[in-house]
């Protein structure tokens, strides 16, 4: 079945990095744009970044710009986000989604994040 | 930047009970809104795109309709797994970002 399966997520003291994976199955994944959202605890929804099908195209949430890379490997079907300089608002569940029009219809089940020294 | 507001905050309803949750946009996005559901511990679950389609899966008592700032996602008949938080959410064409809204929880009255 269609599946997004989040894994990397665990405890990081202030300043440091961590790299999330997003493993796609059960679609083609070189035929969709893909996003990250994260979602603090108690807290909202909160889009991070987009990548089109091929990489080329991506865009920043102005709350991680500079900070947060997102990437893609089709011939893996697999979605990265590399988190450098991490703060401790940076704590939040961090969901891999699939972009489908102007909305999000595949989310993976999320890997926390947390940032504390 | 585009606000999405949604209210109530909170409605408190029984089963059975009709529910209607409101999403007002700060700047006109045409038909471009949709709509999640999320359950405590789970992730977000996609119901309606583009104002008033139903994903896949998603059952006919939910509907949503609207157009320009103000959009409304109604359940027809609330059953207890509709129980949950909503979350309204639009695209902005430039800069490009995806906004949601701070969400609506149905609690059982």
């Known amino acids: 079945q269609v599946q997004l399966v989040e894994s990397g997520g665990g405890l990081v003291k202030p300043g440091g990095s961590l790299r999330l994976s997003c493993a796609a199955s059960?679609?083609?994944?070189?035929?969709?744009?893909m996003t990250w959202i994260r979602q603090a605890p108690g807290k909202g929804l909160e889009w991070l970044a987009y990548?089109?099908?091929?990489?080329?195209?991506?865009y920043y949430a102005d709350s991680v710009k500079g900070r947060f890379a997102i990437s893609r490997d089709n011939g893996k079907s697999s979605l990265y986000l590399q988190m450098n300089s991490l703060r401790a608002e940076d704590t939040a569940v961090y969901y891999c989604?699939?972009?489908?029009?102007?909305?999000?219809?595949?989310w993976g089940q999320g890997t926390m994040v947390t940032v504390s020294s | 930047e585009n606000v999405l507001t949604q209210s109530p905050a909170t409605l408190s309803l029984s089963p059975g009970e009709r529910a209607t949750l409101s999403c007002r946009a700060s700047?006109?996005?045409?038909?471009?809104l949709a709509w999640y559901q999320q359950r405590p511990g789970q992730a977000p679950r996609l119901l309606i795109y583009?104002?008033?389609n139903r994903a896949t899966g998603v059952p006919a008592r939910f509907s949503g309709s609207g157009s320009g700032t103000d959009f409304t996602l109604t359940i027809s008949s609330l059953e207890a797994e509709d129980f949950a938080l909503y979350y309204c959410?639009?695209?902005?064409?430039?800069?490009?970002?995806?906004?949601f809204g701070h969400g609506t929880k149905v609690e059982i009255k």
């Open positions: 959410q639009q695209r902005s064409t430039w800069p490009p970002a995806w906004t």
């Open positions: 989604t699939r972009n489908f029009r102007l909305a999000f219809d595949i």
């Open positions: 059960g679609f083609t994944f070189s035929d969709y744009y």
């Open positions: 700047q006109n996005i045409s038909t471009y």
């Open positions: 990548i089109s099908t091929s990489g080329n195209t991506i």
């Open positions: 583009d104002a008033s």
